[in-house]
């Protein structure tokens, strides 16, 4: 389990070692090539965040009477979501915010990482995303500012036209899975296929199928670009590390929250590395590197658990009208205007 790695974890912020380093190869279920069985469906939703909350800034590990309090505070706010409340009204009030999603179809997660940390984040010590440089691009997924293209993957810059909407609004790339992989809001899954010269990683949100060859080919030319990059993936020992470039443009280097986005994804080169720890579990780290838009490398390690059920389509656009009625909202509203 990651516990076993707990100790190793402060080492590991100091000096940006594997976490995992610490795992037993013995326990690790094997293919008939002796290559480490990673296939399955792997859960990685967490109550972990990504980043360092501010007020445990020199903490890296909870105690557990933090755990504790965090997996019942996350209990408790599930009840009070779906709890109606005098606010509350039917029919809903013409024009006011009616929200997305009742609790019922959130998946954030029951209990923080095995090992306690306090942010996703391992490198650097600090657990928080490191500085960006002057004058790279930033976004944020409000109405009221940003350029194209959207790099964000919720929320948009207006309503013109669907290019001025996140690319997980435009059913592109879903909001959690990247790469790198980022727990957040639901259909927190991926399934693996192994093969001896090809592993393939199937994102739930939105059924990107990323196929990633083991026979030392060359990656794509440069001026070749995908929504999800060109990986190479070869095994060091018991793990498999993948190494991605050539990502588009259109995406972010990195995105710290679903509603923002830094630099493009055309200078990114990003390093995952998957090991089974044992039977129920994957341990997934990622390290971005992008000397044109952060000060320096940084590095998550985010454990995942074997799904108990079959992955399903993710049909983003059926019966999806959101789009739709947002442009089609924007343009009765110029009509509106442009008739007073």
């Known amino acids: 389990m990651i516990r076993l790695v707990g100790a190793l974890l402060v080492t590991a912020m100091a000096v940006a070692m594997p976490i995992s380093a610490g795992a037993q190869s013995s326990d690790i279920p094997r293919g008939a090539d002796g290559r480490p069985d990673l296939q399955g469906v792997w859960d990685f939703r967490t109550l972990t965040p990504l980043e360092r909350p501010a007020d445990q800034a020199d903490q890296a590990l909870l105690s557990s009477e933090e755990v504790a309090e965090i997996e019942s505070n996350a209990r408790q706010r599930a009840i009070d979501a779906d709890r109606p409340?005098?606010?509350?009204?039917?029919?809903?009030?013409?024009?006011?915010?009616v929200g997305g999603y009742n609790n019922y179809w959130f998946d954030r997660g029951a209990g923080v990482v095995d090992d306690g940390r306090t942010a996703l984040i391992v490198d650097p010590p600090h657990g928080r995303v490191p500085d960006s440089l002057s004058g790279v691009a930033r976004q944020s997924g409000s109405d009221t500012d940003g350029t194209r293209p959207?790099?964000?993957?919720?929320?948009?810059?207006?309503?013109?036209?669907?290019e001025d909407r996140g690319l997980a609004e435009r059913c592109l790339l879903g909001f959690n899975t990247g790469p790198p992989i980022v727990p957040g809001g639901y259909n927190q899954n991926i399934q693996i296929f192994q093969t001896a010269d090809h592993v393939v990683i199937l994102n739930e949100m939105v059924h990107d199928s990323r196929i990633v060859p083991l026979d030392g080919r060359d990656r794509l030319p440069d001026?070749?670009?995908?929504?999800?990059?060109?990986?190479?993936?070869?095994?060091?020992?018991?793990?498999?590390?993948i190494e991605t470039t050539n990502f588009t443009g259109y995406t972010a280097s990195f995105a710290p929250s679903v509603r923002s986005a830094v630099g493009t994804g055309a200078t990114l080169r990003l390093t995952e590395r998957f090991q089974r720890l044992d039977a129920e579990t994957l341990l997934y780290e990622f390290t971005v590197d992008d000397a044109t838009s952060f000060t320096q490398p940084f590095s998550?390690?985010?454990?995942?658990?074997?799904?108990?059920?079959?992955?399903?389509?993710?049909?983003?656009?059926?019966?999806?009208?959101?789009?739709?009625?947002?442009?089609?909202?924007?343009?009765t509203e110029e009509l509106a205007a442009s008739e007073q």
């Not at 409340?85 to 915010?97: A, S, Y």
């Not at 799904?307 to 399903?312: H, I, K, Q």
Request: contains cysteine.
């Open 150 to 162: 959207v790099r964000f993957r919720v929320g948009g810059i207006a309503s013109d036209g669907p």
């Open 300 to 331: 998550a390690a985010l454990p995942m658990k074997r799904g108990a059920a079959p992955m399903f389509e993710y049909a983003c656009h059926e019966g999806n009208y959101g789009m739709q009625n947002l442009l089609t909202g924007a343009r």
């Open 85 to 97: 409340t005098e606010v509350r009204t039917e029919p809903l009030p013409v024009g006011g915010n």
């Open 223 to 241: 001026d070749v670009r995908q929504w999800m990059g060109s990986s190479i993936g070869r095994w060091e020992d018991d793990t498999l590390v």
